[in-house]
């Protein structure tokens, strides 16, 4: 029997690349479930993003809701964020006019008719951090498209991965001009 002519791998082959295969495995692995995190982070603040932009859009376009009757007037449109994770877009209505009698450019929850027009939840593994007490208002008033809010500007918003760490800040300016970070 001639031992030259043997074919096939030896058991040292075999196990070199067999944990070699491992070792790869386990860093894309590793590395698949950090960039899973990361997207769902910034899926979040996107969803944060486009209702602030359609807050503003609504309050350009100057909507009026038909279900709402015509003693009540769209003020303002805006975002009400609420920690843990809720996100709250609404129509701020003011009975006949939108004078500081009738309008109060907040969010009133429980009042008739409704205020909130949709709204979301963040990922249960993200969260709002840094929010006063009581929530944040970010509103949009027309026709100048005036930005107000129940905090000092800038405003920031974060939104931080309850697991690993990571955030997203999105501010809003006086000026209504949003900048994500």
Do not use: W
């Not at 005036?146 to 991965?161: E, H, K, L, Q, R």
């Amino acid at each position: 029997m001639d031992l030259k002519s043997r074919e096939g791998f030896s058991l040292f082959e075999m196990v070199v690349v067999v944990g070699i295969t491992v070792l790869l495995s386990a860093i894309t692995l590793t590395y698949n479930r950090s960039s899973e995190r990361q997207l769902i982070l910034f899926k979040d603040q996107a969803v944060v993003v486009g209702l602030l932009n359609r807050a503003k859009s609504l309050a350009i376009q100057k909507y009026q809701n038909p279900a709402i009757t015509a003693d009540y007037v769209f003020c303002a449109f805006g975002l009400h964020l609420e920690a843990p994770r809720d996100v709250i877009l609404f129509a701020d209505l003011g009975e006949g006019s939108c004078d500081p009698t009738n309008a109060n450019y907040r969010y009133d929850a429980g009042v008739v008719p409704p205020e909130a027009l949709e709204t979301k939840s963040l990922d249960v593994r993200n969260e709002f951090s840094g929010l006063p007490e009581g929530g944040l208002d970010i509103l949009f008033i027309a026709p100048e498209l005036t930005a107000t809010t129940s905090a000092d500007f800038p405003v920031g918003i974060t939104i931080n991965s309850t697991v690993g760490g990571l955030s997203a800040a999105t501010t809003i300016s006086a000026a209504g001009q949003i900048i994500t970070e």
